[in-house]
């Protein structure tokens, strides 16, 4: 199926798709342009997606394949392709490939998750296959123990390795405390969640002669997002014209930005869903544009990544340049938020992930919590007044942090609370 026209889709979304008919109902019948049109409130969305009766959907479900998604919203639910919109969907991400390094010949292992209705190791392996280049595949997933990973990825002679932050890093710390050496491995393709400095070093100690680029962006729920773009940031995509519309829109007012370096919330819509509309449709992420090419956007993180501790708002980034400003020699490869009670009180310790080896912890630990509490003083505040425990820190392996036991992404925040 090749892009339609917006105008066409519109129209067509509201004739078929009760959901969009009632979220269109007050537009003119004219209405064609995306600033016409709301934003879709994603809790509404899910609600009215259910798997039986969905009222999202333009047509029965008679030609799909099913794939389970936690959207945006934290709890898994249900987006489907029809054959021609996932060949659509893969061919264009296969494309985007050719920006990542990927060269002819190129050896390239699976390592994302599959089954439970998961996409990403059969989305990868598919746009592998309609990739513009030749490639050898290795589908080995995420699932398969790092013990037999490793001497399959040595004897295969794996050149690239396309996988999540955490299942690359989990096999870095594999091959570094069993001795393995990958010489052959040049690439390493992540996606799914982003890439901290942190994890770079420690990607560096195992791989020294690997690159960590972006795979591309994009979701099961969202469509096609961002293709990569070659350079120093991997963090830096452009939208997949024709197949996709990315907007940045203001937090406060949802207009529509247009200037480098202001950020915002990333909304987007798939030219070439049909079954499913994507129709100014919120990824969950933030983003801001660049000003060095047409389309090209820097990914800023997880649009609502945090947590609440007691009255304070805690986000994962403020831990992460905490760590960064506090570990200037670099022993820090993962970090997590977890958030306790007791006592009455809530608690949030910062789980820290080290190479093997000690490397002057308590001071470590010390430099971490002032810089966090000079970022966010309205911590230390509320210590004092008694409304929650000082922050602490955990100390643990890269293999011992928590991970979505579906995706294999790491779990940024674990809110250990008990709850009614």
Known sequence: MSAQQLSDLIRFARHNSPFYRDLYASLPPQADRLTDLPVVDQQAFWAANTLHDSRVLTGPLSEATVYKTG???????????????????????????????????HRVADLFYAGELYASFLFVLDSLAHAPVDNVRLPIGGGAPLESTLPTLRDLAAQV????????????EQAISSGVRLDSVELLLFGGEALFDDQRR???????????????????????????????????HRAFTPYSVVEILDDSTDEPLTEPGRPGRVVVTSLFRRLMPIIRYPAGDRAEWTGTGPGHFRILGRAEEGVRVGPVSLYTQDAQDA?????????????????????????????????????????????????????RPLYPDSVRAGFVHPLSVEWARHRDLAVNPRSGKLVRVLDERPTA
């Open 71 to 105: 959207g945006t919203t934290g709890s898994p639910k249900f987006s489907v392709y029809t054959r021609d919109e996932w060949r659509t969907f893969v061919t264009s991400f296969g494309q985007g490939l050719v920006d990542t390094g990927l060269r002819p010949g």
């Open 161 to 172: 390795l396309a996988g999540t932050p955490t299942t690359l890093c989990r096999l870095a």
């Open 323 to 375: 760590v960064a400003a506090a570990d200037t020699a670099g022993h820090v490869v993962g970090v997590q938020l977890v958030v306790r009670r007791w006592e009455g009180r809530d608690g949030l310790v910062l789980r820290l992930a080290t190479a093997p080896g000690d490397h002057g912890r308590e001071e470590l630990a010390k430099a971490v919590v002032a810089e966090l509490e000079t970022v």
């Open 202 to 236: 420690l990607l560096t100690t195992a791989f020294p002669r690997a690159e960590a680029r972006s795979v591309g962006y994009a979701s099961v729920d969202a469509g096609l997002l961002g293709r990569p773009v070659p350079g120093p940031d991997a963090r830096v």
